[in-house]
């Protein structure tokens, strides 16, 4: 059986090189299952630039020269908070430029998976295949880690209505990132979206005590 194809998107401050490091337990986890396939966001993000926690800095090779963002919720310092209320973003329609060229270059992807601002970001490019805005998308499934909804006016579009495709939230409940609260406030977003709790922190969890939930999702689109 070939494993399913899932194209993954970072975290704010990360970028696919770093990120893939992270996820390092999660591909042996699921080896059998899925072949992870990592993208850059094509936003270089300032050192002195705020962000969301040093959790999310990039420790990955190519230090913060490396580091990168999907989009800014301040257009005149560059930097991105989740917390931060804004009217308009900067940098949006680039990062999804990025994942278009990805699709055609490297598709076809069966899911799409995203961490932290990356979870919100796959949740807006969800909503663009349903409005099939986006002809090249076709991701039958998506896992959003630490996700939530982008506090931009701009963004409000993307959150009706509920999402049909398939989803799987996953998040902590010792998240000081983005807390749980804020992951919850996605769920009405996406129709039965399916949920993964962990106690720890803002990270994608990969122990074993997680594996069935992931397999028993992915099952359904293998």
Request: charged residues 20%.
């Amino acid at each position: 059986m070939a494993p399913l194809r899932v194209l993954c998107i970072h975290g704010y401050r990360q970028n696919r090189t770093s990120f893939r490091e992270k996820t390092g337990a999660l591909r042996k986890l699921l080896k059998k299952q899925v072949e992870l396939v990592y993208l850059s966001a094509p936003h270089c993000v300032r050192q002195a630039g705020g962000g969301e926690a040093p959790e999310e800095e990039n420790t990955g090779p190519g230090g913060d020269e490396d580091s990168r963002g999907w989009w800014f919720s301040d257009v005149q310092a560059l930097s991105f908070s989740a917390q931060q209320q804004c009217e308009e973003s900067l940098g949006l329609g680039d990062s999804v430029t990025a994942v278009r060229e990805a699709v055609k270059n490297e598709g076809p992807f069966d899911g799409i998976l995203g961490f932290s601002q990356g979870a919100a970001f796959v949740a807006m490019l969800c909503w663009l295949q349903e409005q099939k805005l986006e002809p090249d998308f076709n991701f039958r499934f998506s896992i959003l880690v630490a996700g939530f909804r982008s506090a931009c006016e701009e963004h409000t579009k993307f959150y009706s209505p509920p999402l049909q495709i398939p989803s799987m939230h996953v998040f902590g409940l010792e998240d000081r990132v983005i807390p749980d609260r804020m992951s919850r406030e996605l769920l009405p977003s996406f129709q039965e979206p399916q949920v993964l709790t962990h106690p720890g922190g803002h990270f994608v969890p990969a122990a074993s005590a997680h594996r069935q939930a992931y397999q028993a999702f992915l099952k359904r689109f293998q």
